[in-house]
């Protein structure tokens, strides 16, 4: 009787375990091209505490609904920035974390260096977007299998500075510029990106990032 009574329960365990990993289990991928759904999902304590972050900072914000677009692209605890103190064209949706990096790295970096260092105070940042659903590109093939830190809204590609005297600072054209002040600017405000963000190329990483600086925020400690 107790030998019988012990395989019902374990048969019971067993069967309850199942279960439980079929609950756990993730969602399978929708496919690249899928209609894109709306997501029901409870704001994360970490993306609740980006917010205050940002409230904090003064920075004016608009939370975006959680999406999924299919093909592992997908917008989660996203905001859009409406102020952060100087304008940047083309932002969409940002990662909250991404946001509120980035902010403090145009506040207490990118200003501050384009003052002391050219003369002039900045009066926009000029971006290539955001959130984009796509593979990573211009690299090996197994990285370009990848989809980009773009297709979860967790990558900003910067590309110029616009100064209050008229000078339009642009990666493409001052990386190599016969100016000093100029090429140690956009080196000196890198460097201070990759201490704030997980990885950071430039041109000097490869040809695909001639005119910008892909900033992401992915904790990889990768900075070129």
Not at 32 to 47: H, N, Y
Not at 72 to 99: E, K
Not at 164 to 185: E, K, L, S, V, Y
Request: glycine content about 8%; proline content about 5%.
């Amino acid at each position: 009787m107790f030998r019988s009574l012990a395989v019902v329960l374990l048969t019971l365990s067993l069967a309850a375990c199942a279960s439980g990993d079929r609950r756990n289990a993730q969602a399978p991928q929708r496919p690249a091209g899928a209609r894109p759904i709306t997501l029901d999902l409870p704001t994360s304590r970490e993306t609740k505490a980006c917010f205050a972050d940002l409230s904090r900072a003064e920075v004016r914000y608009s939370p975006l609904p959680d999406r999924d677009f299919g093909g592992g692209c997908q917008i989660v605890g996203a905001v859009q920035l409406l102020d952060i103190g100087i304008p940047v064209t083309n932002l969409r949706a940002m990662r909250c974390g991404l946001a509120r990096s980035f902010s403090g790295w145009v506040e207490h970096a990118v200003v501050p260096a384009a003052h002391q260092m050219l003369g002039s105070d900045l009066v926009r940042i000029e971006s290539m977007g955001t959130y984009a659903c796509r593979n990573v590109v211009g690299t090996s093939a197994a990285y370009a299998a990848r989809r980009s830190g773009h297709a979860t809204a967790n990558a900003v590609d910067v590309s110029g500075f616009v100064l209050q005297d008229g000078r339009r600072i642009t990666i493409q054209g001052g990386w190599n510029n016969p100016d000093p002040n100029i090429r140690a600017f956009l080196r000196t405000i890198r460097a201070s990106a990759c201490r704030r963000f997980g990885t950071v190329l430039s041109p000097d990483y490869n040809a695909v990032h001639y005119n910008h600086l892909h900033i992401e925020d992915d904790r990889a400690g990768f900075c070129r």
